[in-house]
Nanobody, 116 residues
Framework: QVQLVESGGGLVQPGGSLRLSCAAS????????MDWYRQAPGKQRELVAA???????NYADSVKGRFTISRDNAKNTVHLQMNSLKPEDTAVYYC??????????WGQGTQVTVSS
């Protein structure tokens, strides 16, 4: 059974930082590309950051220079370090694991709220 379990969300003031984690089980983690998506109320889910099985990263323009995605293959975990957070970063953040377009798994999401 495949599980992706996100953690690390919460309430933070503008300019603050959070570190999200996604622990994967039931998959051969090193074969999967891992992504972080987010969905704000009334908006479509959008790709925030991605990391390939080989460690190549990619970011949405809105988070470049502020967010960093990384993976720990020894712990089957992917992280999203989020710095200089803005109110517009408020959303539910989802972890995704995929093998190309054929295999796709989602976590349950973790809420991030940026507010003073």
């Amino acid at each position: 059974q495949v599980q992706l379990v996100e953690s690390g969300g919460g309430l933070v003031q503008p300019g603050g930082s959070l570190r999200l984690s996604c622990a994967a089980s039931g998959i051969i983690f090193t074969r999967y590309a891992m992504d972080w998506y987010r969905q704000a109320p009334g908006k479509q889910r959008e790709l925030v950051a991605a990391i390939t099985s080989g460690g190549t990263t990619n970011y949405a323009d809105s988070v470049k220079g502020r967010f960093t995605i990384s993976r720990d293959n020894a712990k089957n975990t992917v992280h999203l370090q989020m710095n200089s957070l803005k109110p517009e970063d408020t959303a539910v953040y989802y972890c995704n694991a995929h093998l190309g377009m054929a295999v796709n798994y989602w976590g349950q999401g973790t809420q991030v709220t940026v507010s003073s």
